[in-house]
């Protein structure tokens, strides 16, 4: 069994107000060394096996429909071991 | 990367501007650089372009909606009117009431979320910077076919970006509609509408008097949302160093939005502001150029100074930039330090970026640059006005000549079939999979909220004193007869706010349309209008303002005309008001007004496929009648229960009463075949006490309103002409709609 | 009797729960989140809302405002402390009370009427109701889901701490259906529904939710 | 600069409705791979210059405090390139 993962995060130009709320409670507490932060969603997909090229064409066609909205965010996939 | 300055337009009066891209007409740019007397800076041409938009300039509707104001009564409750961000009524007791609805259609079929919850974002800062506190907002929305696939991608997106906005606002939802049709596919129509609540001489107005006033911007820092357009401009004319393509679509921070209303009525309380103006389309471009027009014209900006997220944005970019949740104020500077100081408290940045001057000119630096210099009136107010060209659409004599050919319920079964079947139909199924995904109750002060025919916010907690608002559009009725269809919409909703007592006071609208270069649609446009300011003028009611969509349009196929009303009404003591349904048996049931056969355009025609017929045509003065007989007996307590009749005729508001306490009614009427399923406007039914029956028919008489018995409450059962529809099983089909198709 | 309402950025229902503590009888005193500083009150009420957008975990962010550090020292020391649908966020969040709120099981934001059944009337902050007794506040959340690992609800059930739960279909995915629970010494109590907005039933579906505020006032006079 | 990568996801014996509706919605769209999805979150945190062992073990620290509830969540913390 291996896992597929996907990350989805807001592209650069689009406003993060999660990461902003993160960047400005972090000094907060004292913690110094974020230039910025952004937040974003990671999907973690077990699949049957090793996965295959068609498995990950698949994963990358099901990122771009339903895991991101390629409207205002950007995805990658990979095998995690 | 090259500054396009003043001068530097002076020197080189022939470099070649991309005007038409920005959607300027060459005789357009040839007024931009008549009235300058030069070509205009890139950032000047940006400028204008925005505001001289069909969005914001209203270039296309000018001439009709000037009979607002035109025909309008005289009414001393009206205290702002038209022109400002918002107008304002009189309610009494020292308090102000301003109200407004808008349209953000588009953005929401490009990204359903944010499109909606930045439209809930932007209607609410309109409220606001009238000087009042938001109270409530509403959301009339239009979609395609409740199972098209379209539908399904936008809808659930829509109600969450609403929800998600509003409710984080602390803002109830108090109403709203959703109504399904194949014209809106490619096309939903998200309107908000935000009310909002003040004393008389908290109103604040978009004006920026006195030379060395402070210019302060407040809120979000100015990123790249919306400049879509704007980014040919900074293509064209620079190498552009930044991201190549800026988004149009904007992103809402509602939490942002929340601590600048708190901050910013913190802020009015002090009386720290001469004038304010949010920012919402166009930006700087517009609150900027407003702000100097309404005073005496000057004002300086260095725009270097405003506050970026995204470090590579041109100066033009942040003259456009729709960045969400920003303020603009006008600022004394022996008010400046307080001013600071309230916005530190709520961690809220701000800057001054310019100041008022005695000049009659709009100048902004960048970087001490000279890249605008205009006579802000001409950005603002003297965009220009195009009379375009109407003709009745070949349609319409051919439906209005169309009979309707309907089935006709007339035995038990299909009685109860039909009541079943217009319970379940996605226009008129139980809307709650959407209304409880809306916060109601946040503020403690609702009164009403759906799926009652108005909401009804309190807003005095001693005396009791409450306002009520309804929308209300029939697109089917516009698109058959579009000057009737208006005046309709607007009866609806005045009747709406008075089946619960409140007295009508006021209009808002938002004209929704397809493009205004189809003299088809810009004849059902100049007839709505015409109809709504004709009905207005009737009613004595005042049109405080509204908005104007146009280009709802999917290829040659226009939207249904749908000029969505707002009709908001006062009701001094709340405690009093005259509740939607009953909860109780052995009431008696009645109905005002009288029924013809008025099926064309109804929703027992829509489900067959018909969309013809002739609409029915408005009896205002029949209806002011009746909202009369309804406020009177609101306070002589005569009534239990009243409930309007509209789409779906009495089957449809029967359904709504008796499930709302889930108690039955056994109901007997003639020709049930026309009864069941009409919608000849002007009727409601009410509840009473058996012993007030003379009060009542007494009141009715002084009216000359009809009259008709209905039959009684009670049991479990709705039951009509024999016809035995029991509650367990009326409920399941009003309710599995929703959750069956959006799960 | 003084009653705190505490406003933190993005509070929602801090004019709610203060008119519902004043009208059970309490003095309400409103609390800033910058400020470490209880003014002398003798119970505190954390209020529902999105404070600080709830971005990152309802809560999560909130509880390490300045208020809280002394709120935390006073509900230690035995001071009625109640949270609201955020304020139950916070206090799981602060960890004063054990588990946490997640997404609801539909994933919507979900307001309705709901039914719930007193389960524990011995807290500070539910002695007005009977045991068992059925009450219909609003519920309104997107994030109510009551969790925990099997060993602390086997503790909150053993030791009946669990305050209230849902009635009927469960609203949320909460586990066991719990909409309430309170700590060990049942000072602090924290609550998914709203029960200042069921103080009269001109606003809200009932007069149901002001036990909860009675409750207090008699916990403090005793 | 450098960017922080801290991954955030719900304990496997929390209840995850979210990876739990994108699990039922896989299918629905003709997409067959999954044999099961949680969602969780990710936080791209960019630093000035190589992130030394001490602000690592600081970002440790905030992802235990503020970015993770360990109540319900682990996390990872790693450097991306
Ligand atoms: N359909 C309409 N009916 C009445 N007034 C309208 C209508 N459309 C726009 N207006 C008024 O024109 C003015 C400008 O509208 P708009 O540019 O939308 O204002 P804002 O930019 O503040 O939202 C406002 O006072 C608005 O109320
Ligand atoms: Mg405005």
Redesign the interface.
């Known amino acids: 069994m291996a896992k597929i993962v996907v990350d989805v995060m807001l592209k650069p130009e689009i406003l993060d107000p999660q990461g902003v709320a993160v960047s400005a409670a972090l000094p907060r507490l004292g913690f110094n060394f974020a230039k910025s932060v952004r937040q974003g969603k990671r999907f973690e997909i077990e699949v049957e096996g090793e996965p295959t090229p068609v498995q990950l064409a698949e994963v990358e066609k099901a990122a771009e429909t339903l895991l991101a909205n390629p409207v205002i965010e950007t995805f990658t996939v990979r095998v995690e071991k | 990367m090259a500054l396009d300055t003043v001068s530097i337009a002076q020197n080189n009066p022939d470099t070649s501007q991309p005007f038409a891209e920005l959607g300027l007409k060459p005789d357009e740019y040839a007024r931009i650089k008549e009235i300058l007397g030069r070509r205009p800076t890139s950032s000047e041409l940006a400028m204008y372009s925005v505001m001289w938009s069909e969005h914001c300039s209203y270039k296309s509707s000018k001439v009709h909606l000037k009979q607002f104001g035109e025909k309008a009564v005289k009414t001393d409750a009206l205290l702002v009117g038209i022109g400002e961000n918002a107008g304002v009524v009189d309610v009494g007791q020292g308090y102000a009431v301003t109200f407004k609805i808008e349209s953000h259609n588009h953005p929401s079929f490009?990204?359903p979320y944010?499109g909606a919850a930045t439209g809930v974002g932007g209607i609410v800062r309109d409220i606001l910077t009238m000087g009042a506190r938001p109270i409530a907002v509403m959301d009339p929305l239009r979609f395609g076919p409740a199972d098209a696939a379209d539908t399904r991608r936008v809808l659930p997106g829509i109600i969450?970006g609403v929800?998600?906005y509003g409710?984080?606002?602390?803002l109830p939802n108090i109403g709203g509609e959703v109504v399904f049709d194949e014209t809106y596919i490619g096309n939903p129509l998200v309107n908000a509408l935000c009310v909002g609540v003040m004393k008389h001489s908290d109103i604040k107005l978009a004006k920026a008097a006195g030379a060395g006033n402070l210019v302060v911007l407040y809120g979000?820092k100015t990123?790249?949302?919306g400049i879509g357009g704007v980014s040919v401009l900074a293509s064209e004319t620079f190498e552009s160093s930044g991201?190549a393509k800026?988004?149009a679509?904007q992103?809402g921070?509602?939490?942002?939005e929340?601590?600048l209303i708190?901050c910013s009525l913190e802020i009015f309380a002090e009386d720290l502001v001469v004038g304010i103006q949010d920012l919402g389309g166009a930006g700087l471009s517009c609150a900027t150029s407003e702000l100097a027009s309404g005073g005496s014209g000057g004002m300086k900006v260095e725009l270097d100074r405003v506050p970026l997220?995204?470090a590579t944005l041109s100066p033009e970019e942040i003259l456009m930039s729709e960045?969400?949740e920003r303020m603009c104020a006008i600022v004394e500077p022996k008010n400046i330090a307080r001013f600071l100081e309230i916005c530190k408290?709520?961690?809220v940045t701000v800057t001054v970026i310019g100041e008022v001057t005695d000049g009659e000119r709009l100048e902004i630096t960048w970087h001490g640059d000279l890249i605008v210099d205009v006579p802000p009136r001409t950005v603002a107010h003297d965009g220009p006005v195009y009379n375009r060209p109407l003709a009745k659409p070949e349609y319409v004599d051919r439906v209005n000549a169309e009979t309707v050919s309907v089935p006709r319920p007339k035995t038990a079964d299909e009685i109860k079939a039909t009541v079943l079947k217009l319970a379940a139909t996605p226009n008129l199924a139980d809307k709650?999979w959407v209304?409880?995904?809306?916060?109601?109750?946040?503020?403690?002060?609702?009164?009403q909220s759906q799926p009652d025919d108005s909401g009804m916010v309190?807003i005095d907690?001693k005396t009791h004193l409450g306002v009520a608002v309804a929308t209300d559009a029939n697109a089917n009725w516009s698109y058959l007869n579009p000057y009737e269809g208006a005046k309709l919409a607007l009866a609806e909703a005045a009747r709406n706010i008075a089946t619960a007592g409140a007295k009508p006071l006021a209009v808002t609208n938002c004209l929704n349309f397809g493009s205004p270069e189809d003299p088809g649609v810009m004849w059902q446009f100049a007839e709505s209008v015409r109809g709504l300011a004709d009905g207005c003028l009737e009613m004595g009611l005042p049109v405080t303002g509204g908005n104007v969509s146009f280009y709802n349009q999917t290829g040659a196929v226009a939207i249904l005309p749908t000029p969505v009303i707002g009709v908001l009404g006062v009701i001094d003591d709340?405690?009093t008001r005259t509740p939607m349904s009953f909860d109780r048996a052995g009431l008696d049931l009645y109905l005002l007004g009288e029924t013809a056969d008025d099926i064309a355009g109804s929703e027992w025609a829509y489900m067959h496929g018909q969309r013809g017929g002739s609409a029915p045509v408005a009896d205002l003065q029949r209806e002011m009648r009746l909202i009369e007989l309804l406020v009177a007996g609101r306070t002589s307590k005569i009534f239990t229960a009243a409930h309007d009749l509209s789409q779906g005729g009495l089957s449809a508001s029967l359904t709504e009463m008796v499930l709302r306490y889930h108690v039955g009614a056994d109901i007997k009427v003639e020709n049930v075949e026309i009864a069941l399923i009409s919608e000849t406007p002007g009727r409601v039914i009410v509840a009473i006490e058996p012993v007030v029956k003379e009060q009542l028919l007494a009141l009715a008489k002084k009216h000359e309103i009809v009259i008709t018995r209905l039959g009684t409450t009670g049991g479990q059962d709705l039951v009509i002409n024999g016809a035995i529809i029991p509650l367990e099983e009326l409920r399941k089909a009003h309710s599995e709609t929703f959750p069956k198709l959006f799960g | 009797m003084k009653v705190g309402v505490v406003t933190f950025p993005g509070t929602l229902d801090d004019r709610d729960a203060a008119r519902a503590a004043t009208n059970a009888g309490t003095t309400s005193i409103s609390l800033w989140h910058g400020d470490a500083d209880l003014k002398g009150v003798d119970a505190v009420i954390l209020p529902g809302g999105f404070s600080y957008g709830d971005y990152l975990r309802c809560g999560a962010i909130s509880r390490f405002a300045p208020v809280m550090e002394k709120i935390i020292d006073a509900a230690n020391g035995g001071m009625p402390v109640l949270g609201i649908c955020n304020g139950f966020q916070v206090l799981c969040e602060a960890h004063l009370l054990p588990g946490a709120l997640t997404r609801n099981h539909e994933l919507h934001f979900l307001c309705r009427d709901q039914k719930l059944e007193i389960t524990n009337n011995k807290t500070s902050w539910t002695t007005s109701f009977s045991m068992g007794q059925e009450v219909v506040i609003p519920l309104k959340n997107g994030e109510g889901s009551f969790q925990c690992d099997d060993a602390t609800l086997a503790t909150l059930e053993g030791e009946g701490r669990v305050i209230a739960r849902y009635v009927g279909e469960n609203p949320n995915g909460s586990r066991n259906k719990i909409a309430g629970i309170t700590n060990e010494r049942g000072n602090v109590v924290g609550l998914m529904p709203h029960p200042e907005h069921a103080i009269d039933t001109l606003t809200g579906p009932t007069a149901d939710g002001l036990g909860f505020f009675t409750s207090v006032l008699k916990a403090l006079v005793k």
């Not at chain 2, 409710?167 to 602390?170: D, R």
């Not at chain 2, 921070?253 to 942002?256: I, L, N, Q, R």
């Not at chain 2, 209304?435 to 009164?447: C, E, H, L, P």
């Open positions: 490009v990204e944010q969450a929800g998600g409710n984080c606002l602390g979000a990123g790249g949302d991201p800026r988004p679509v992103v921070d509602p939490f942002v929340k601590v708190e997220r995204d960045s969400q408290k709520w961690d709650s209304t409880s995904q809306y916060d109601r109750y946040v503020q403690g002060n609702t009164i309190r907690e709340v405690r």
